[in-house]
């Protein structure tokens, strides 16, 4: 038998081999990009945003405030306790540290305010947009502008937008659609959460907790949970988060469980379910929507 293309053979195979090793690494595994628009032309592309590695962040000259900020959005409620009323972090609400599209990211955050928002009536800056969040979301406390907490948060945005000038922003949406012409049907609601969502918040939305006490699965409701004047107390603002991110661990498109199991009509009824549940009080409702007619999921 003629050996030479046997050994011809091997060595194409080896190459093929060799230059296997070169290739890039699945698309799954590689950093998400998205296009930058421009706010006054969100047609009009610039050039690519990657989402940055945390890895990164010790290569920034605020490294240690950044990775301080980034904890305090993980574990607020350990970290600042005379701020944050709720079980609750940041994060568990902006899915994936802020950083997937369609669950609340920060990625867009430092560069989107100042601006006048409706619930408001005026121009809220970013400082007060996070105080929002503590008071409402987190049923807590502001914090002081100046403080160390939110500089440190703020220095954690602003790195998550690096290379995006102020005028431009990553075309990534906060929060998914769904057809606020829908009517909510609550009974159809409770099935929904005690067959998809109970197994991680509980019979009684209070949550699951570690045997530290620091919570795995934040309540829904009842005095540990956000209150009525956060966004997520709102039928259509919470059917839109649920719809895109829940039930949890689930895994339909991507590597973070990203919901989308559940049709508009499922995520709008569970949300009125559980967002009309008791809930605290949210003191100074009555200056919300002061200019404009307020949203018609408002709890009041
Ligand atoms: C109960 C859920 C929840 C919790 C907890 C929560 N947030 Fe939010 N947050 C929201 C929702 C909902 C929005 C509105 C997103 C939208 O525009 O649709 C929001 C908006 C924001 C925004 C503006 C995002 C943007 O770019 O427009 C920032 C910044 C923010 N939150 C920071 C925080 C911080 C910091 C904390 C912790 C102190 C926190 N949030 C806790 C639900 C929550
Ligand atoms: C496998 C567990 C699991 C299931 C099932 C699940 N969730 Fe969640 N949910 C979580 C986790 C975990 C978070 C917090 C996010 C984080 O820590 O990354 C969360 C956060 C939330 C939040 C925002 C925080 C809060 O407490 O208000 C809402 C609202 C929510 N889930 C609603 C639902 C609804 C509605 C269902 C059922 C359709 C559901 N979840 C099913 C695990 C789950």
Known sequence: MNKLPLTLLAAVLG?????????????????????????????????????????AIVDAPNAEQIFYGKRLLNETKRLLPEHVGADMNCNSCHIAQGKIPLGDPYI?????????????GKEVNLVQRINGCFQRSMNGKALAPESKEMQAMLAYMEWLAQNTPKE???????????????????????????????ACHGDNGEGTYDTRGD?????????????IGAGMARTYKAASFVKYNMPMGIQTRGLWGHGN?????????????????????????????????????ARY
């Open 15 to 55: 190459g093929l081999l060799l230059s296997g090793c070169d290739k890039p690494a699945p698309a799954a595994h590689q950093p998400a990009q998205y296009d930058l628009v421009r706010l006054e032309d969100p047609n009009q592309d610039i050039k690519t945003y990657t989402i940055p590695q945390d890895t």
């Open 108 to 120: 867009n955050s430092f560069n989107f305010y100042p601006r006048v928002m409706p619930r408001a």
């Open 168 to 198: 431009q922003l990553v075309d990534i949406r906060n929060a998914g659609v769904v057809d606020e012409s829908l009517v909510a049907d609550p009974v159809r609601g409770e099935q929904i959460y005690y067959a998809q969502c109970a």
């Open 215 to 227: 919570v795995v699965f934040p309540p829904l409701w009842g005095d540990k949970s956000f209150n």
């Open 261 to 297: 199991v559940l049709s508009d009509q499922d995520a709008v009824d569970v949300s009125q379910f559980f967002a009309h549940k008791p809930r605290p009080d949210f003191a100074g409702k009555e200056n919300d929507w002061p200019t404009v007619p307020k949203p018609k999921d």
